[in-house]
């Protein structure tokens, strides 16, 4: 019998090389309790987390809580079924319509998670014989919706404004397309140039579909992400958005103004064959998403953490993946796998937990410390944090 398996053999000689040298495995840590958005209790000991994505804090919002648990009260554990059978609640309605007032749009469908909202937007509406093109450095969800409507992909150099022009401009005659963008890039924390990006679609009749799962809440006035911050949300035609990061629960959703997006209700198949979620978490996620509208003070604090940390880490010698901070993900460049392993658990050993980021997540074969910054992140935890680091640091001999 061949074994399948054995496809995987190099990496699993990779992990137990790593566990063999007495490291903790850092894919496989436990939250025993926790606290609060920003700190749990891992090993037994207090530790401060920097690495959740729960950019806003919302997870422990008092109002959050409540609506899950009247909707849990009202509705039951679950809906048992597909959206189009008997899973859509009056909880799936008021999230959508939160979303549509959120982003001031016409249409918005909700999915049972981020990844499948990007799988089934994407694979919909760009099939068989349509290009897709989109930043080389996208996110999994994206590559596997390219995959699964089995379109021809066109991958460009990331960030590049010139290299999607020319990839565009290659594109046969009369043939569908569609671009794909994120806002903010997950594994270094750097924007899109969308104003540009967008610009080009639009000068080349092409549909962009963004998305906005690592600014939603965030970046943009009304916290639309970063298609807003940079005044060209109403030239994109479709946001994909999650519920697992900003909003604090989880789901995944598009927004549009596309005047027969409601068709894909029928057509797209990872919203039809699948159950969908809980009342309990589109209660929660309908309360955020509004809550997070009147956030501004929020986001405020959450640039300012944002700033403090980037300058700290710098200042400490470490080498970062921007230069200047663009959003709530500021990425500590390590040398090697194992340098970072070690560098990941000294820090959890300091009572901060960060993630540790490998290809093939990673751009470039790069190894990231990448730390996710909450509004909730007081000054003085900041201020623990990079004393954590420079602790961390010296241990290892990352720093001198
Ligand atoms: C850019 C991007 N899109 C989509 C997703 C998927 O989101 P979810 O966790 O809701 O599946 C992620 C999650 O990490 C992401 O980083």
Redesign the pocket.
Known sequence: MTDLFAKFDPLIQQRQQLLDGGVTDPFNLVMERVESPTVAICNGKRTILLGT?NYMGMTFDPDVIAAGKQALDDFGSGTTGSRVLNGTYAGHRAVEDALKDFYAMDHAMV?S??????LGVISTIAGKDDYIVLDID?????YDGCALGNAQIVPFRHNDIDALEKRLKRIPEGAGKLVVL?G???MLGDIAPLKEMVAVCKANGTMVLV????SMGFIGEHGRGVAEAQGVIDDVDFI??????SVGT???FCVSNHPKFEILRLVCRPYVFTASLPPSVVATAATSVRKLMDSADKRAHLWENSKRLHAGLRQLGFTLGTDEPQSAIIAVIMPDLETGAAMWEALLHEGLYVNLARPPATPAGMTLLRCSLCALHSEEQVGEILGMFAAAGRATGCLS
Do not use: C, L, P, R
């Not at 996208?138 to 994206?142: T, W």
């Not at 998305?211 to 690592?214: M, S």
């Not at 994909?240 to 990061?245: A, H, P, W």
């Open positions: 994505y999915f998670t981020g990844y499948q909202a990007n996208s996110h999994a969800s994206i994120e903010v890039y997950s998305d906005e799962a690592h994909v958005g999650t519920f697992s990061k989880v789901g995944g």
